[in-house]
């Protein structure tokens, strides 16, 4: 069965660190490009970064550059977004995707279902 689950969501204050994971099942995730999304209540969903499947090139938006590294983990046939200085505008629901694209981020594919992150004081 083809899935891909994130994790590491929750509560921070911000400054704070969580490092979110996606673990994917039914396929190999460092074959594919992958990248992670964001979608703010009450905003469309935005890209956030991504890895391709082509020598690992990564991509990073403006908002969070400096402050997130997204990772493969191969050994875990997953990929992981370590994030960092969190601020408040980083609130919102976290989604996992991969496809085979030779894009730098991924486009259709696989989704996860999300992971929710809260920065608030």
């Known amino acids: 069965q083809v899935q891909l689950v994130e994790s590491g969501g929750g509560f921070v204050r911000p400054g704070g660190s969580l490092r979110l994971s996606c673990t994917a099942s039914?396929?190999?995730?460092?074959?594919?490009?992958a990248g992670w999304f964001r979608q703010a209540p009450g905003k469309e969903r935005e890209v956030v970064s991504c890895?391709?499947?082509?020598?690992?090139?990564?991509y990073y938006a403006g908002s969070v550059k400096g402050r997130f590294t997204i990772h493969r983990e191969n050994a875990k046939n997953a990929v992981s977004l370590q994030m960092n200085s969190l601020k408040p505008e980083d609130t919102g629901v976290y989604f996992c995707?991969?496809?085979?694209?030779?894009?730098?981020?991924?486009?259709?594919?696989?989704w996860g279902q999300g992971t929710h992150v809260t920065v608030s004081s």
């Open positions: 995707s991969a496809s085979l694209t030779l894009s730098r981020c991924p486009n259709g594919g696989y």
């Open positions: 039914g396929f190999t995730m460092g074959s594919q490009t």
């Open positions: 890895i391709s499947r082509i020598n690992n090139d990564t």
